[in-house]
């Protein structure tokens, strides 16, 4: 049997290593695979610096997100918080409707996911200059 193991957010082998807590945790799955024969995934939020775990554990397969991903870049991130809070607020708003239109959902629907008013949607909508069908 094959176990996917879901890291927590920002967490990786590497962390598990840097922090001294690799050989606790990875006990625990190894005997599960000693004595029942099971396989794991571990789907990291590390880089390929958690390839390196592979080799030592033959029975697991190591699934580092950031190396597949690029990590975002958090400049960008901080750069919303030098702009005045309304035109933050407008970029995020207009990512988000957009974000719902291209999954082709009805302004029903996606009044409903935002708990607001249609009408009020069809007018935040032509504030931030999103043209609808």
Same mark, same amino acid.
């Given at each position: 049997?094959?176990?996917?193991?879901?890291?927590?957010?920002?967490?990786?082998?590497?962390?598990?290593?840097?922090?001294?807590?690799?050989?606790?945790?990875?006990?625990?799955?190894?005997?599960?695979?000693? =004595?029942?024969? &099971?396989?794991?995934?571990? @789907?990291?939020?590390?880089?390929? +610096?958690?390839?390196?775990?592979? *080799?030592?554990? %033959?029975?697991?397969?190591?699934?580092?997100?950031?190396?597949?991903?690029?990590?975002?870049?958090?400049?960008?991130?901080?750069?919303?918080?030098?702009?005045?809070?309304?035109?933050? =607020?407008?970029? &995020?708003?207009?990512?988000? @409707?957009?974000?719902?239109?291209? +999954?082709?959902?009805?302004?029903? *629907?996606?009044? %409903?996911?935002?708990?607001?008013?249609?009408?009020?949607?069809?007018?935040?909508?032509?504030?931030?200059?999103?043209?609808?069908?």
């Amino acid at each position: 049997m094959r176990v996917l193991l879901l890291f927590t957010h920002g967490i990786s082998l590497n962390d598990w290593h840097d922090t001294g807590i690799i050989n606790r945790e990875i006990r625990f799955y190894k005997k599960l695979n000693e =004595r029942y024969g &099971f396989s794991f995934i571990f @789907f990291t939020y590390g880089d390929s +610096k958690d390839f390196k775990f592979a *080799e030592k554990y %033959k029975w697991l397969t190591i699934v580092p997100i950031y190396h597949y991903i690029p990590k975002f870049n958090s400049n960008l991130k901080n750069i919303l918080y030098d702009i005045p809070l309304k035109e933050a =607020r407008d970029l &995020f708003e207009k990512e988000y @409707f957009e974000h719902h239109l291209k +999954k082709n959902l009805s302004i029903s *629907e996606i009044s %409903k996911i935002a708990d607001i008013e249609r009408t009020h949607l069809y007018r935040k909508l032509k504030q931030l200059g999103i043209k609808t069908k």
